[in-house]
């Protein structure tokens, strides 16, 4: 599975983004996929995961409210829409398929088998 993350750029607080990751490969309908961010001098963190076949989406608590993941079956993509942005968002963006689906509840990197390559998000104040 290769994955591609696209979207990123420079918004100014209180602006929106959408990011997309888009998967070549295989096709990710038992797939447990996520977002992950890594801001300077931070470990990696999680944002936001779902369940591709069932469709539950769940969310870290810094991003609960003002982002949103979604996947398109037809693209083979996953989304995130984030809305509200501020300083703090402010990170190289990562999308991450497992084929092992349970770990969507897991919000943890050694979990997930795929990376894409990262899309910076900057956001000024």
């Known amino acids: 599975v290769q994955l591609q993350a696209s979207g990123g750029g420079l918004v100014q607080a209180g602006d929106s983004l959408r990011l997309s990751c888009a998967a070549s490969?295989?096709?990710?309908?038992?797939?447990?996929m996520a977002w992950f961010r890594q801001a300077p001098g931070k470990e990696r963190e999680f944002v936001a995961a779902i369940n591709w076949s069932r469709g539950t989406t769940y969310y870290s608590n810094s991003v609960k409210g003002r982002f949103a993941i979604s996947r398109d079956n037809a693209k083979n993509t996953v989304d995130l829409q984030m809305n509200t942005l501020n300083p703090e968002d402010t990170a190289v963006y990562y999308c991450?398929?497992?084929?092992?689906?349970?770990?969507?509840?897991?919000?943890?990197?050694?979990?997930?088998?795929?990376w894409g390559q990262g899309t910076q998000v900057t956001v000024s104040s």
């Open positions: 991450a398929a497992a084929i092992d689906v349970s770990v969507v509840e897991d919000f943890v990197t050694p979990s997930y088998d795929y």
């Open positions: 490969g295989r096709t990710l309908s038992m797939f447990a």
